[in-house]
């Protein structure tokens, strides 16, 4: 019997891309993910495992979870004190960056102890850390998830520990052609051509939709993307006969053994009007049928990444491409994202 769990690319390789040496800013969890205030939990990002904790005052922190004192695991039956996790075999205490603030025996050497943390970025209800990478990238910019608009706030959906990448989900924002064959689009193409700044790569395309959605016979669709390095993209997506826009997070982050978490989030703009949405919809009072259409949107948006699971978790990664008509500028993303992994300049 074949397995479906795809190897772990090696390194040197295009695919080798997505796994923990790329630098950039990555999901830790969002607030549904966090510990309690005052508690401690052990979660895996990046390929290794961290103790993840928030202090009474609201302070998320990610330290290594083992003590550097004598090795105890701080997950288990470690307690967060003041701003602080204490370890439960002697008693030390680290803060959020990793700093030792107090050891055994109120010892006065407490920076002996002190531990590397990953620089952490809270962006409303997500929490990203800062993945130094093979080259130890230091953070040169920031995740950006706001767009201009009156938005709802996040509806979030997670995969948990699937066998897919960051490099190969960023990898869809461009691909054009395969929202016509899997998510049934027509007449997918570029409105602009993609811009690459760095960490950035921005782009923008339409496409049609058949079918009844509200009034209307089929829709038109524009996706306005903002791939920040392979960790990120905010995506602003909209309806032209509805009015409605609509803005969606994807957020792939490493774990362990060649998996990752997948995270998508979506919220509405609230400026959109009811009678282009439905004729009925004048009726219902806005803030409900708000909530409505972000229930419904939220709903379609995990549907259709959906669709793309089976594919990532059982693609061959190795296969060089040939380009088609059609494709769009998967080439261009390819190069852009092996940048990724190069220092700064």
């Known amino acids: 019997m074949t397995s479906n769990v795809l190897p772990i690319p090696a390194p040197g390789t295009i695919a080798h891309a997505c796994n923990p040496t790329t630098p950039g800013w990555f999901a830790v ?6 510990p309690a205030a005052g508690q401690v939990k052990s979660i895996h990002w990046m390929g290794r495992r961290w103790a993840f904790f928030q202090t009474e ?26 701003d602080t996790l204490q370890c439960p075999f002697h008693g030390f205490q680290f803060d959020a960056s990793g700093a030792c603030r107090k050891a055994g025996n109120s010892n006065p050497a407490c920076g002996t102890w002190n531990m590397e943390a990953p620089l952490l970025h809270r962006d409303g209800d997500v929490l990203f850390a ?4 093979h080259n130890g990238t230091k953070a040169h910019w920031t995740p950006v998830t706001a767009a201009a608009g009156d938005w709802t706030p996040w509806t979030f959906h997670a995969w948990n520990d699937r066998t897919i990448t960051p490099f190969n989900v960023a990898e869809n924002g461009v ?18 051509p993609p811009k690459v700044q760095q960490h950035l790569m921005k782009l923008s395309y339409s496409a049609y939709r058949k079918g009844r959605i509200g009034r209307h016979a089929g ?7 903002q791939q920040q390095g392979l960790g990120l993209a905010l995506v602003v997506t909209t309806v032209q006969e509805l009015g409605l826009r609509s803005r969606h997070l994807i957020m792939t982050t490493p774990t362990v053994d060649g998996r990752s978490t997948l ?24 803030r409900l049928l708000t909530q409505l259409v972000q ?25 060089t491409p040939k380009p088609a008509a059609g494709d769009g500028p ?16």
């Open 219 to 225: 829709v038109h669709v524009t996706f306005d993307i």
């Open 57 to 82: 005052r609201g302070q998320l922190g990610l330290l290594p979870p083992t003590c550097p004192h004598m090795g105890a695991d701080m997950t288990v039956r470690g307690k967060v004190v003041g």
């Open 29 to 34: 969890a969002s607030r549904s993910e966090w």
């Open 330 to 345: 998967v080439m261009l993303y390819r190069k852009w994202a092996a940048a990724l992994n190069q220092p700064p300049s």
């Open 175 to 192: 691909d054009l052609l395969h929202f016509s064959e899997l998510h049934g689009f027509h007449d997918a193409r570029m409105e602009a």
């Open 295 to 319: 229930a419904a949107v939220h709903k379609g948006f995990t549907q259709e990444v959906a669709e793309d699971l089976p594919i990532w978790e059982n693609r061959d990664m190795s296969v």
């Open 130 to 133: 800062w993945n130094e990478g």
């Open 263 to 286: 995270r998508v989030a979506s919220s509405v703009d609230r400026a959109f009007r009811a009678r282009n949405v439905h004729a009925l919809a004048t009726l219902v009072p806005k």
